[in-house]
Protein backbone atom coordinates (compact mmCIF):
# COMPACT_ATOMS: atom_id res chain seq x y z
CA UNK A 1 0.00 0.00 0.00
CA UNK A 2 0.66 3.73 -0.31
CA UNK A 3 0.92 6.96 2.62
CA UNK A 4 1.52 9.46 1.49
CA UNK A 5 1.83 13.04 3.91
CA UNK A 6 1.90 16.62 3.57
CA UNK A 7 0.40 19.50 5.80
CA UNK A 8 -2.60 20.26 5.83
CA UNK A 9 -2.61 23.99 5.83
CA UNK A 10 -0.08 26.56 5.41
CA UNK A 11 -0.12 30.65 4.74
CA UNK A 12 2.83 32.92 3.28
CA UNK A 13 3.24 36.19 2.71
CA UNK A 14 2.68 37.34 -1.36
CA UNK A 15 6.71 38.19 -2.50
CA UNK A 16 8.16 35.12 -0.39
CA UNK A 17 8.80 31.65 -0.48
CA UNK A 18 7.28 28.94 0.72
CA UNK A 19 8.36 25.13 1.36
CA UNK A 20 5.54 22.12 1.51
CA UNK A 21 6.59 18.88 2.38
CA UNK A 22 5.36 15.36 1.46
CA UNK A 23 6.71 12.08 2.88
CA UNK A 24 5.62 8.88 1.20
CA UNK A 25 5.86 5.43 1.86
CA UNK A 26 5.31 2.79 -0.73
CA UNK A 27 6.09 -0.74 -1.77
CA UNK A 28 7.35 0.63 -5.09
CA UNK A 29 8.12 3.88 -6.69
CA UNK A 30 8.25 5.16 -10.43
CA UNK A 31 7.87 9.11 -9.55
CA UNK A 32 6.05 11.75 -7.45
CA UNK A 33 4.10 14.18 -8.89
CA UNK A 34 2.67 17.78 -7.87
CA UNK A 35 -0.52 18.43 -8.88
CA UNK A 36 -2.09 22.50 -8.25
CA UNK A 37 -5.62 22.60 -7.37
CA UNK A 38 -7.90 25.93 -7.37
CA UNK A 39 -11.12 25.59 -5.36
CA UNK A 40 -13.71 24.16 -7.26
CA UNK A 41 -11.58 23.56 -10.20
CA UNK A 42 -9.62 20.24 -11.44
CA UNK A 43 -6.21 19.76 -10.51
CA UNK A 44 -3.36 20.51 -12.92
CA UNK A 45 0.20 19.06 -13.09
CA UNK A 46 2.96 21.05 -11.71
CA UNK A 47 6.39 18.99 -11.65
CA UNK A 48 7.81 15.20 -12.15
CA UNK A 49 10.85 13.99 -10.42
CA UNK A 50 11.90 10.68 -10.62
CA UNK A 51 15.36 10.72 -10.23
CA UNK A 52 16.75 12.55 -7.02
CA UNK A 53 17.57 16.44 -6.83
CA UNK A 54 16.20 19.58 -8.02
CA UNK A 55 13.64 20.13 -11.17
CA UNK A 56 13.32 23.76 -11.81
CA UNK A 57 10.01 25.43 -13.51
CA UNK A 58 10.20 28.92 -13.36
CA UNK A 59 8.57 30.13 -9.84
CA UNK A 60 8.05 26.67 -8.61
CA UNK A 61 10.94 24.05 -8.02
CA UNK A 62 10.82 20.41 -6.68
CA UNK A 63 12.98 18.30 -4.86
CA UNK A 64 12.96 14.35 -4.43
CA UNK A 65 14.95 12.36 -2.19
CA UNK A 66 14.26 8.64 -3.07
CA UNK A 67 16.24 7.30 0.22
CA UNK A 68 14.31 9.30 2.66
CA UNK A 69 10.98 9.01 0.54
CA UNK A 70 10.85 12.44 0.98
CA UNK A 71 9.88 15.74 -1.52
CA UNK A 72 9.24 19.46 -1.52
CA UNK A 73 7.44 22.07 -3.57
CA UNK A 74 9.02 25.77 -3.62
CA UNK A 75 7.35 28.56 -4.38
CA UNK A 76 9.16 31.71 -4.77
CA UNK A 77 8.25 35.21 -5.39
CA UNK A 78 4.25 34.27 -3.96
CA UNK A 79 1.46 35.57 -5.41
CA UNK A 80 -1.84 36.29 -4.53
CA UNK A 81 -2.94 33.57 -7.56
CA UNK A 82 -1.10 30.56 -5.69
CA UNK A 83 -3.29 30.14 -3.39
CA UNK A 84 -4.67 27.15 -3.93
CA UNK A 85 -4.60 23.26 -2.99
CA UNK A 86 -0.65 21.60 -3.98
CA UNK A 87 -1.39 17.57 -4.19
CA UNK A 88 1.79 15.51 -3.70
CA UNK A 89 1.18 12.52 -5.73
CA UNK A 90 3.04 9.02 -6.33
CA UNK A 91 3.10 6.44 -9.02
CA UNK A 92 3.24 2.72 -7.73
CA UNK A 93 5.34 0.39 -9.94
CA UNK A 94 3.57 -2.31 -8.30
CA UNK A 95 0.04 -0.60 -9.22
CA UNK A 96 0.54 -0.95 -13.05
CA UNK A 97 3.07 1.45 -13.70
CA UNK A 98 0.29 4.84 -14.37
CA UNK A 99 -2.15 5.29 -11.54
CA UNK A 100 -1.22 8.14 -9.41
CA UNK A 101 -1.84 7.68 -5.33
CA UNK A 102 -2.70 11.10 -3.81
CA UNK A 103 -1.56 12.74 -0.70
CA UNK A 104 -4.88 14.97 1.15
CA UNK A 105 -3.50 18.13 -0.10
CA UNK A 106 -1.86 21.27 1.55
CA UNK A 107 -4.35 24.00 1.58
CA UNK A 108 -2.00 26.89 0.48
CA UNK A 109 -3.22 30.74 1.63
CA UNK A 110 -1.38 33.86 0.12
CA UNK A 111 -1.92 36.79 2.37
CA UNK A 112 -0.99 40.42 1.65
CA UNK B 1 -7.09 22.63 -26.99
CA UNK B 2 -7.48 19.27 -25.98
CA UNK B 3 -9.45 18.72 -22.22
CA UNK B 4 -10.81 15.76 -20.49
CA UNK B 5 -14.68 16.60 -20.75
CA UNK B 6 -17.45 15.20 -17.86
CA UNK B 7 -20.73 15.94 -17.45
CA UNK B 8 -22.95 16.38 -16.00
CA UNK B 9 -21.15 19.44 -13.73
CA UNK B 10 -23.58 19.14 -10.99
CA UNK B 11 -25.85 16.81 -10.09
CA UNK B 12 -27.94 16.43 -7.56
CA UNK B 13 -30.65 13.73 -6.50
CA UNK B 14 -32.17 11.47 -3.94
CA UNK B 15 -31.12 8.45 -2.24
CA UNK B 16 -31.99 5.22 -4.33
CA UNK B 17 -31.65 6.90 -7.17
CA UNK B 18 -29.16 6.18 -10.31
CA UNK B 19 -26.42 8.13 -11.37
CA UNK B 20 -24.23 8.17 -14.20
CA UNK B 21 -21.19 10.41 -14.95
CA UNK B 22 -20.04 10.86 -18.71
CA UNK B 23 -16.43 11.26 -19.81
CA UNK B 24 -14.64 12.35 -22.61
CA UNK B 25 -10.91 11.67 -22.73
CA UNK B 26 -8.16 13.16 -24.51
CA UNK B 27 -8.37 11.66 -28.21
CA UNK B 28 -4.99 9.67 -28.61
CA UNK B 29 -4.99 8.84 -24.73
CA UNK B 30 -5.15 5.21 -24.23
CA UNK B 31 -5.35 5.57 -20.09
CA UNK B 32 -8.50 6.81 -18.17
CA UNK B 33 -9.01 7.10 -14.37
CA UNK B 34 -12.01 7.64 -12.15
CA UNK B 35 -10.98 9.61 -8.73
CA UNK B 36 -13.51 10.85 -5.98
CA UNK B 37 -12.36 13.67 -3.76
CA UNK B 38 -13.95 14.41 -0.87
CA UNK B 39 -12.81 16.74 2.40
CA UNK B 40 -11.71 14.12 4.43
CA UNK B 41 -10.09 11.56 2.08
CA UNK B 42 -8.88 13.63 -0.87
CA UNK B 43 -8.69 12.27 -3.88
CA UNK B 44 -9.22 8.50 -4.06
CA UNK B 45 -9.02 6.40 -6.92
CA UNK B 46 -11.74 4.77 -8.08
CA UNK B 47 -11.37 2.48 -11.09
CA UNK B 48 -8.89 2.68 -14.60
CA UNK B 49 -8.74 1.34 -17.97
CA UNK B 50 -5.89 0.86 -20.17
CA UNK B 51 -7.07 0.72 -23.97
CA UNK B 52 -10.45 0.52 -22.72
CA UNK B 53 -9.83 -2.72 -20.45
CA UNK B 54 -10.32 -2.26 -17.10
CA UNK B 55 -7.29 -3.12 -14.90
CA UNK B 56 -8.46 -1.95 -11.15
CA UNK B 57 -11.47 -1.02 -9.62
CA UNK B 58 -10.75 -2.30 -6.03
CA UNK B 59 -10.75 1.69 -5.02
CA UNK B 60 -14.84 0.61 -6.06
CA UNK B 61 -17.93 -0.61 -4.21
CA UNK B 62 -19.05 -3.48 -5.96
CA UNK B 63 -22.32 -3.53 -5.08
CA UNK B 64 -23.47 -0.47 -6.53
CA UNK B 65 -20.56 1.56 -8.49
CA UNK B 66 -19.70 0.06 -12.05
CA UNK B 67 -17.05 1.63 -14.53
CA UNK B 68 -17.25 0.66 -17.97
CA UNK B 69 -15.62 2.65 -21.46
CA UNK B 70 -18.48 1.42 -24.00
CA UNK B 71 -15.97 2.98 -26.66
CA UNK B 72 -12.27 4.84 -26.83
CA UNK B 73 -14.60 8.56 -26.36
CA UNK B 74 -16.57 7.45 -23.73
CA UNK B 75 -15.98 6.68 -19.99
CA UNK B 76 -18.76 6.25 -17.94
CA UNK B 77 -19.37 5.63 -13.81
CA UNK B 78 -22.58 4.42 -12.72
CA UNK B 79 -24.07 4.47 -9.32
CA UNK B 80 -27.44 2.33 -8.49
CA UNK B 81 -28.52 2.86 -5.94
CA UNK B 82 -27.04 6.15 -4.43
CA UNK B 83 -26.13 6.83 -1.08
CA UNK B 84 -25.67 10.13 0.59
CA UNK B 85 -21.84 9.01 1.53
CA UNK B 86 -21.72 9.02 -2.46
CA UNK B 87 -21.30 13.08 -2.07
CA UNK B 88 -18.27 13.79 -3.52
CA UNK B 89 -16.56 15.54 -6.35
CA UNK B 90 -15.61 12.92 -9.06
CA UNK B 91 -13.29 13.84 -11.27
CA UNK B 92 -12.23 12.02 -15.02
CA UNK B 93 -8.49 11.84 -16.02
CA UNK B 94 -7.00 10.79 -19.04
CA UNK B 95 -3.48 9.72 -19.79
CA UNK B 96 -0.91 9.40 -22.64
CA UNK B 97 1.41 5.99 -22.96
CA UNK B 98 4.57 6.77 -22.15
CA UNK B 99 3.53 10.08 -19.55
CA UNK B 100 2.75 9.70 -15.76
CA UNK B 101 0.86 13.02 -16.23
CA UNK B 102 -2.77 12.69 -15.90
CA UNK B 103 -4.74 15.55 -17.55
CA UNK B 104 -8.45 15.64 -15.48
CA UNK B 105 -11.67 16.86 -16.34
CA UNK B 106 -13.53 19.88 -14.80
CA UNK B 107 -15.24 16.90 -12.04
CA UNK B 108 -18.86 16.38 -11.80
CA UNK B 109 -20.34 17.25 -8.36
CA UNK B 110 -21.98 14.54 -6.69
CA UNK B 111 -25.01 15.41 -4.14
CA UNK B 112 -27.46 12.50 -2.58
CA UNK B 113 -30.04 13.75 -0.26
Known amino acids: GQNIDQPTEMTATEGAIVQINCTYQ??????LFWYQQHAGEAPTFLSY????GLEEKGRFSSFLSRSKGYSYLLLKELQMKDSASYLC?????????????FGKGTRLSVIA | DARVTQTPRDKVTEMGQEVTMRCQPI?????VFWYRQTMMQGLELLAY????????DSGMPKDRFSAEMPDATLATLKIQPSEPRDSAVYFC???????????FGEGSRLTVL
Open chain 2, 93 to 103: ASGGVNTGELF
Open chain 1, 26 to 31: TSGFNG
Open chain 1, 49 to 52: NVLD
Open chain 1, 89 to 101: AVRDLNSGNTPLV
Open chain 2, 27 to 31: LGHNT
Open chain 2, 49 to 56: FRNRAPLD
